[in-house]
């Protein structure tokens, strides 16, 4: 649970370049999660693709292969185990997408839910404003680029734990992005 609240936290927050002229993004991300449950930093490979809609795809490539989906039907999560595509039981999907919702309208600039604050016309910081959601996640700091656009998102999370979000890639209004093709068949 705590993997999907940080994928859906670091991606809902990536992008104030969704606007009236782009319409979705596609963007190549490192992702360095910090835990004092791991030796060394664990380094995933991941693809991320949204629109202003609230819909996103985050598809992490390595160590492992997985993929969340958010679109208007829910959210979904799925694994690959020994080369084999399996969905996997999310518990209260439809919190998960109302919060998905939230955050993606922080992505189109819309604060509300969370207590900003500007460190540096390159750096924000963000304070989830609900009680539910700062049990998981203390602050979110956002470091731009000379475009406006997130160099890093770093998520400080209420247990100490920390996940560093580097966009390596972006790439606007790209074709075909399919937020309903599943990795297998939806579970009833």
């Known amino acids: 649970m705590k993997r999907i609240l940080w994928t859906i936290v670091g991606l809902g927050l990536f992008s104030p370049l969704l606007s009236d002229t782009v319409k979705n993004l596609r963007m190549e991300i490192e992702s360095t999660k910090i835990s004092e449950f791991f030796e060394e930093p664990s380094v995933s490979k991941i693809t991320a693709e949204a629109d202003t809609?609230?819909?996103?795809?985050?598809a992490t490539k390595s160590p492992f292969e997985s993929e969340i989906i958010a679109n208007d039907d829910g959210v979904f999560q799925f694994?690959?185990?020994?080369?084999k595509w399996m969905q996997v039981d999310l518990p209260a999907s439809s919190e998960l997408r109302e919060?998905?919702?939230?955050?993606?309208?922080?992505?189109?600039?819309?604060y509300s839910g969370f207590d900003s604050k500007k460190i540096s016309p390159q750096k924000i910081e963000l304070y989830p404003?609900?009680?539910?959601?700062?049990?998981?996640?203390k602050k979110i700091l956002i470091e731009l680029n000379s475009?406006?656009?997130p160099d890093n998102i770093k998520i400080f999370f209420s247990n100490g734990d920390l996940s560093v979000l580097k966009f390596l890639k972006c790439e606007k209004n790209v074709e075909g992005?399919?937020?309903w093709k599943y990795p297998t068949k939806l579970k009833k």
């Open 53 to 58: 809609q609230g819909r996103l795809r985050w």
């Open 79 to 83: 694994e690959k185990t020994d080369g």
């Open 99 to 110: 919060y998905i919702s939230k955050i993606a309208s922080a992505a189109l600039g819309d």
């Open 129 to 137: 404003k609900p009680e539910s959601q700062r049990k998981h996640v």
């Open 147 to 149: 475009e406006n656009f």
């Open 177 to 179: 992005i399919d937020f």
